[in-house]
């Protein structure tokens, strides 16, 4: 029985007005984060662009407490506000990090692991928008193949570091990937994460019109190309169980996947992509499509 | 406000000013085409179109005129109008 | 009750006694055994706390302020490179006005690896806006991180507060050391107030978004005015922990023999020691020598030490710490003190003891010596003497 959009709370708590740019994906994340766990939350945010998109001092855009942290300690800062809360007997509040990719994959990853192999009960997102794009668009671990952006200029030469996967092997009781282009099956993650004891992983696609260099009117439009064409795949790992989500788990055959080129060639930070580029990239996409099939065929991972 | 020894912020609506004067395109809503599916409401990243009813309004104060609604409606009842006209 | 404690030990009976609610640290020579300690009351159920065992001192930090957001009494502890590694976020502590406690054992930075007692680490963090205790023995330990939380939670004061103690020679040197009731400590430190402020799902706040240049300015005034108002609050403390055990520091500075002196011997931690023991010997010679332990480093003394200081003619200023480039950090900060004295004395900088080298009584004396003999032949003060390596006219057989 699913979740259906007229069902969603109506009040937002993540308010308008915030200076993220036109289309950012950042700002509907924390708008369906709200939705889904309502303001019992407190979330911890390393800086990012949802440092920035809270607004300036004296006033924030969210109507929910967060604890603005430094780059690399999110998920450590996180661990000692859910004990301290655990100690007093404050139970029924979410605490969740909300970090991009940067602050995960990256200068974040000690911490993140760290969190991950005390089995903290935390709720950490890692909103993914593929580059350090706070500070003008650099890349990251988390930047695919061929991406151009400040500091790849002619595109990076190596892989996506593949989180999810390293938190899967970390073997913590819920580990997702979902996309702001799919808001039912986020919003569904994250209220089943809340009511699960320990660390939580949820991995959310993000695509940024600023960063990607594509038109601010097709960030879903982008998102869901990025699913229907298997770059991107929806799963989740509950308890160690395996589970493709839909309507991924329809596209584990490959011939129901739209071509990845009519992902790559909207996106301006893929432009000068050549053929060899895209296959390069389409066998990447196949490494994870093979891994994902070699866990689901495993069916309880750990 | 209180003497603050730390910076301690509070919740604001437009805490980056009127951000619909950002805007070069506003989306308008065709009534008649609407069949309120709420998936302009979902995805918009602001917050901006707002439920009445059972149908949508646009926020026009800080909508910013990213045009993902008109994008995504699928009746294809909004339309991005450049501002100043309609 | 009195137990032989080592001054580790004598920290953690201190955060359990100060009933600390959330603890998060990472090994490190010579701090292990406090952390070891406070793991044991904790899994005992005799302090009833969370122990977070973070991957790293960074981690620790991040941690500790969290938690203390959260409105949790908190406490860690580090040396050496873990303080350094953390030093991010130790200034977010004392930018963020949370009064939170740290034991630091006072260790030498690498390279070479040194496990040592030396200075440089924790006077490194003097600019972070967190308060600086050096302790002369075990005893100053135990007593001084109970008062810590009571100065940090204060709300005139509202800062974090670093206790520095020096490695091995008081980490793991056991002495008698007398461990108050809890229930004294229990009437002497109440539960913390949610102060400056709490993370609450009732009251949401975001703490730290960005802010302008024309309003971040007065976070660093207000930072600074609380620093001052702690001068008052840390004697307040020393004075109502006096009442309760018998046991006074002096607050900011411990004098010793300084009433009648001539000659002043400004040191901190636990060479103190030793620099009494030398004065006393000295005095029997006929010299008029004080030493005056600066226990409070941050904020700096310097109205309290002007007052003692201008009576004398020459200083000898200790340090157990460098500031490549400069000389001594404590030398520097004396020099700023006096400079306002009409006739001010000679200050004459010593660098000692750096990598855990021993300072002895006998160097302590020859110090002295040397000092009075030069300021009666005329002698031009050198901008730094080092003890043991250059101008080796001293001897080091006690």
Redesign the interface.
């Known amino acids: 029985m699913s979740l259906k959009?007229?069902d969603?709370p109506?009040e937002?708590y993540?308010?308008?007005?915030?200076?993220?740019c036109?289309?950012?994906?950042a700002?509907?994340g924390l708008?369906?984060l709200m939705k889904a766990l309502g303001p019992k939350t407190i979330t911890i945010i390393p800086a990012c662009c949802s440092t920035i998109i809270?607004?300036?001092?004296?006033?924030?855009?969210?109507?929910f407490p967060i604890l603005n942290i430094a780059f690399a300690a999110s998920a450590a800062a996180a661990s000692g506000i859910v004990e301290a809360l655990e100690l007093k007997g404050k139970n029924n509040v979410n605490v969740v990090v909300w970090a991009g990719d940067g602050g995960t994959v990256d200068i974040g990853l000690q911490a993140l692991s760290g969190a991950a192999e005390r089995n903290e009960n935390i709720i950490y997102i890692c909103y993914d928008n593929e580059a350090y794009m706070n500070t003008g668009i650099q890349r990251s671990g988390a930047t695919p193949y061929g991406a151009w952006t400040t500091t790849t200029i002619t595109g990076k030469k190596e892989h996506k570091k593949n989180l999810p996967l390293i938190m899967i092997a970390h073997g913590i009781p819920y580990v997702a990937t979902a996309s702001v282009s799919y808001?039912i099956d986020f919003i569904t993650k994250l209220r089943k994460a809340s009511k699960i004891y320990g660390m939580k992983y949820i991995h959310l696609h993000s695509p940024c019109?600023t960063g990607w260099r594509f038109?601010?009117?097709?960030?879903?439009?982008i998102g869901r190309l990025a699913v229907l064409t298997g770059t991107w795949i929806l799963y989740e790992v509950e308890n160690g169980t395996f589970k493709l989500n839909p309507p991924s788990n329809i596209l584990i055959d490959k011939s129901k996947r739209k071509p990845i080129r009519n992902y790559i060639k909207i996106q301006g930070r893929f432009s000068h992509l050549n053929d060899e580029d895209i296959d390069e990239l389409q066998k990447y996409v196949d490494r994870q499509w093979e891994t994902c099939l070699k866990l689901l065929s495993i069916g309880k991972v750990y | 406000?209180e003497?603050?020894?730390?910076?301690?912020?509070?919740?604001?609506?437009?805490?980056?000013?009127?951000?619909g004067y950002?805007r070069t395109f506003k989306p308008v809503i065709n009534k008649s085409k609407c069949i309120k599916?709420?998936?302009c409401?979902?995805?918009?990243?602001?917050?901006?179109i707002i439920?009445v009813g059972?149908g949508v309004e646009v926020?026009y104060?800080?909508?910013?005129?990213?045009?993902?609604c008109?994008?995504?409606c699928p009746a294809k009842a909004i339309e991005?109008v450049l501002e100043g006209e309609i | 009750m009195r137990v032989v404690l080592t001054g580790n030990h004598a920290a953690a009976y201190a955060a359990l006694l100060s009933r600390v609610e959330v603890v998060a640290a990472y090994p490190i020579t010579p701090q292990t055994q406090i952390v070891e300690k406070l793991a044991e009351f904790i899994e005992g159920g005799r302090l009833k706390a969370k122990y977070i065992r973070v991957e790293s001192e960074h981690s620790a930090m991040a941690a500790i302020i969290g938690a203390s957001a959260a409105g949790a009494r908190t406490f860690t502890a580090t040396a050496s490179h873990g303080l350094v590694y953390m030093n991010e976020m130790v200034f977010w502590a004392g930018?963020?006005?949370l009064p939170i406690v740290m034991a630091i054992v006072c260790r030498a930075l690498a390279p070479p690896w040194n496990i040592w007692t030396e200075h440089t680490d924790i006077l490194a963090q003097r600019d972070t806006g967190w308060i600086q205790f050096f302790c002369e023995d075990n005893q100053e330990v135990l007593d001084t991180v109970i008062q810590a939380f009571k100065i940090a939670e204060d709300d005139r004061v509202?800062l974090p507060v670093m206790v520095g103690l020096d490695a091995f020679i008081l980490s793991h040197t056991a002495t008698p050391v007398d461990v108050p009731e809890q229930e004294d400590i229990d009437g002497f430190l109440p539960p913390r107030k949610p102060l400056?402020?709490i993370l609450d799902v009732n009251n949401?706040?975001?703490?730290?978004?960005m802010?302008y240049p024309n309003?971040t300015m007065e976070?660093r005034y207000?930072?600074q005015k609380?620093m001052e108002r702690a001068m008052r609050v840390i004697m307040e403390v020393d004075e109502e922990y006096g009442r309760l055990t018998g046991r006074k520091y002096g607050g900011l500075l411990d004098c010793y023999r300084c009433e009648d002196a001539d000659l002043g011997v400004i040191v901190m931690g636990s060479s103190a020691g030793d620099a009494k023991e030398a004065i006393d010997k000295l005095r029997d010679e006929g010299y008029k020598p004080g030493v005056i332990r600066i226990r409070v480093f941050r904020p700096f003394p310097r109205e309290e030490l002007r007052e003692i200081c201008r009576r004398f003619k020459a200083i000898a200023v200790i340090d157990r710490d460098l500031s490549p480039g400069l000389g001594g950090i404590l030398y520097t900060e004396t020099l700023t003190s006096l400079y306002d004295l009409k006739n001010r004395p000679i200050v004459q900088n010593y660098i000692a003891g750096l990598g855990g080298r021993d300072i002895s009584v006998n160097d302590f004396k020859l110090i002295v010596r040397e000092l009075y003999r030069n300021i009666e032949e005329g002698v031009e003060i050198t901008p730094i003497r080092w003890i043991g390596i250059e101008g080796v006219n001293y001897e080091f057989k006690n």
């Open positions: 959009i007229k969603l109506i937002d993540w308010l308008p007005g915030n200076p993220s036109p289309g950012c994906p700002s509907l708008r369906l809270q607004g300036t001092y004296p006033k924030t855009s969210a109507n808001p019109p038109p601010s009117d097709k960030t879903i439009e | 406000m003497t603050l020894e730390t910076p301690l912020s509070k919740p604001s609506e437009g805490s980056a000013g009127i951000t950002w599916c709420l998936l409401w979902i995805y918009c990243p602001e917050g901006t439920r059972d926020n104060m800080y909508c910013k005129g990213c045009g993902i008109a994008n995504e991005m | 930018n963020a006005r509202l400056p402020f949401p706040l975001t703490h730290s978004n802010a309003q976070f207000r930072l609380a």
